[in-house]
């Protein structure tokens, strides 16, 4: 059954999705980074260029060719893909994902304002009420 792990309390859930994506590709992990909206992808896609001053994130679009798809830790998606097969599915959308049981992993992240509060709650007792077991971690960043 897929691991759900909640994080809340996120100033900046771009910044934390990139801090989630680094440790998915130390632990060898295939990301796939949901979101409909294009300009969360866009900003993604720069923030992940420069997150860090010493390493980079090897990332690429999910309208890219599918070799570099296949070769590439973190694909970014309006969309959700199952292939090629990804490890982890960290979701940027306020709704919950279908297609959960095709990741081994699914990451929400919980940002501080009231709306972004409530959509989460919303998602949680989704995947409480399927039975899902589910990991929270309260963000201090």
Request: hydrophobic share 35%; aromatic share 10%; with cysteine.
């Amino acid at each position: 059954m897929t691991q759900i792990l909640f994080y809340s309390g996120s100033n900046d859930k771009l910044q934390t999705t990139c801090r989630l994506c680094a440790k998915a590709v130390q632990q060898k992990k295939k990301v796939l980074v949901y979101t409909p909206e294009i300009s969360t992808l866009d900003q993604l896609d720069e923030l992940l260029w420069t997150f860090s001053p010493t390493s980079f994130i090897p990332h690429c679009s999910i309208l890219e060719d599918d070799q570099l798809i296949s070769a590439t830790p973190v694909i970014l998606c309006n969309q959700i893909q199952v292939n090629p097969p990804f490890d982890v599915l960290i979701n940027l959308h306020n709704q919950s994902p279908h297609l959960i049981d095709q990741f081994t992993r699914l990451i929400e992240i919980a940002g501080t304002s009231h709306e972004d509060k409530l959509a989460a709650r919303e998602r949680y007792r989704f995947y409480k009420n399927a039975g899902y077991e589910i990991q929270h971690y309260h963000l201090n960043d």
